[in-house]
């Protein structure tokens, strides 16, 4: 069974620092969210997300970009597992 950190160990584990402010801030965090930043956009201008959306398009209006990647994500996977 997978163990998960304490927060404690995951503070020693990741390096996590403070800011100026006393906050602390995550190394790990920071590049995940760049990376999903990046991944983002790369499935955004991607042929097959533009014809997601264009199928989809008044479901789709008020949602945010986030949004829109992880549920044509999440649609992409369920029909690759049937």
Same mark, same amino acid.
Request: negative net charge; contains cysteine.
């Given at each position: ?9 995951? &503070?020693?584990?990741?390096? @996590? ?5 006393? #906050?602390? @801030? ?16 790369? @499935? ?5 997300? %533009?014809?997601?959306? *264009?199928?989809?398009? &008044?479901? *789709? ?8 990647? %992880?549920?044509?994500?999440? #649609?992409?996977? #369920?029909?690759?597992?049937?």
């Amino acid at each position: 069974m997978a163990q998960f950190p304490t927060s404690s160990n995951y &503070a020693h584990q990741h390096d @996590i620092k403070s800011d100026a402010s006393g #906050e602390r @801030i995550d190394p790990q965090l920071s590049a995940n969210t760049q990376f999903w930043h990046n991944l983002k956009y790369v @499935i955004s201008a991607s042929s097959g997300f %533009q014809r997601w959306q *264009l199928e989809c398009n &008044a479901q *789709l209006q008020s949602l945010r970009l986030d949004q829109q990647v %992880q549920m044509y994500l999440r #649609e992409t996977l #369920e029909t690759l597992a049937y």
